[in-house]
Nanobody, 125 residues
Framework: QVQLVESGGGLVQAGGSLRLSCAGSGRSFSTYSMGWFRQAPGKEREFVAAITSNSGLTSYADSIKGRFTISRDNYANTYYLQMNSLKAEDTGVYSC??????????????????WGQGTQVTVSS
């Protein structure tokens, strides 16, 4: 069992930055691949970024490539999403998720087993 808790969301102006954190606990958390997803009002959940357990591979959605960076600190059992140059269309509830395979960077939400409760990001234009 893995528990995930997000933090770092908030209200920011367009062009600003936020860093989201996802603190994990439970057995073998550091062996899980991790992903970030977001969901805007009235829209389906969409993939944002993913990282393997050893940080060797990352994957990004085209809409945020070059602006967002995913990283992790396995000693702290925490991983991050640094978001720069934020746009109004980045608004949504951001959720972290864990996949039990060490080297997974897939984009399907159904492949992730554990989820955090989500944190709201609002970008004002």
């Amino acid at each position: 069992q893995v528990q995930l808790v997000e933090s770092g969301g908030g209200l920011v102006q367009a062009g600003g930055s936020l860093r989201l954190s996802c603190a994990g606990s439970g057995r073998s958390f550091s062996t899980y691949s991790m992903g970030w997803f977001r969901q805007a009002p009235g829209k389906e959940r969409e993939f944002v970024a993913a990282i393997t357990s050893n940080s060797g591979l990352t994957s990004y959605a085209d809409s945020i490539k070059g602006r967002f960076t995913i990283s992790r600190d396995n000693y702290a059992n925490t991983y991050y999403l640094q978001m720069n140059s934020l746009k109004a269309e980045d608004t949504g509830v951001y959720s972290c998720a864990a996949n039990p395979y060490r080297y997974y960077t897939g984009r399907s939400p159904t492949d992730y087993t554990y989820w955090g409760q989500g944190t709201q990001v609002t970008v004002s234009s």
